[in-house]
């Protein structure tokens, strides 16, 4: 008698655990496959092919943008554009100076000025002059102006400064903004907003849902594999019971 209810027991056991393992998978493949789907509908992935933005962004680094509407950009962003003028082809740069700034290089110690004030860029390339030529350019409305991080490497509005708009490039043409680095494996992280841009008007933006879409995927992919193993765990354990 007690060795059938002992087989009787366990083989309710083993069907509770099964449902849990069940119910577990598919719990994980909401989150797995529904981080997957948010992450496509709201991030592009571009790969930037010189080191322009370097050490923010290498060559060869792929990228996870956000698509956003030109008119959500800030200063300190680093964004994906295409504008014809700059050879119509998708660039990453950094934001500076939005319509009404006042841009220019280099102060006294060799800083950014934006609107007469001197500017923090721990970001740069080189400690030297936060650009080896000087320039001024006033941005026009509904215009941003680009520089890169790398700014001896760096085509960029300093080059653009006898065009019509002064180096300067619509809002309509920020295709999406940088939020992190995907690849290659030592150089994933997210792309931080400057804090030196924050106590400007407009202040800086806030990055998208990339963290939690991460984070969706990967304990998707834990739950996953955890209630696939179980129904092998459970048969090994039970033929050493047995």
Known sequence: MSSSKERTSGGRGRTTGSVLSGLVVAAGCVLFLGGFVWGALLYRPYTVPTDSMAPTIGVGD??????????????????????????????VKRVVGVGGDTVACCSKDGRLMLNGRPVEEPYLQAKGPASPTGFSSKVPADRLFLLGDHRNDSLDSR???????????????????????????????????????????????????????????????VMILAGAAYGPLARRMGRKSG
């Not at 943008?65 to 700059?86: L, M, P, T």
């Not at 019509?164 to 994933?188: F, I, N, T, Y």
């Open 62 to 91: 792929r990228v996870l943008a956000e698509q956003v509407d030109g008119a959500e950009i800030r200063r300190g962003d680093v964004v994906v554009f295409r504008d014809s003028v700059w050879g119509d082809v998708p660039m």
């Open 159 to 221: 080059t653009h400064l006898t065009d019509g708009d002064h180096g300067a490039v619509s809002r309509s043409a920020v295709q999406a903004r940088v939020d992190a680095r995907a690849w290659p494996l030592g150089s994933m992280g997210m792309v931080e907003r400057p804090t030196s841009f924050a106590s400007l008007p407009g202040g800086t933006s806030q990055p998208g849902p990339v963290r939690i879409i991460v984070i969706a995927v990967v304990v998707g992919a």
